[in-house]
Structure formats: structure tokens, C-alpha cells
């Protein structure tokens, strides 16, 4: 897991730079930041 999308995304790159990762189908997965003082349920509960 990384800290950063950047972190993420410099992996990504440093992987393909390999000749043995060129062709390798790779999925990035991220979630809400936990630290974020955006509260998204407290948000959606008061749109409805």
C-alpha cells in the first residue's frame, strides 16, 4: 500500500521502465483518504 497517489503512480512507472513488467496489465486501487476532515456519509446523509 502507498501513502501518496504519486507514490503509486512513480511504482507504475519505474515497473514499465522493466522490460518484464511492459506488457503486464496492472489495476490501481485507492480509497478516501481516513485523514481528510471532509466527512463524505455526513454529506450524502444530508443530500437525502
Known sequence: MMETWSAGFDLIYKLRANDKFKTTRMIMLSSVDL?????????EAAKG
Open 35 to 43: 485523514q481528510s476532515q471532509y466527512d463524505f456519509l455526513e454529506v
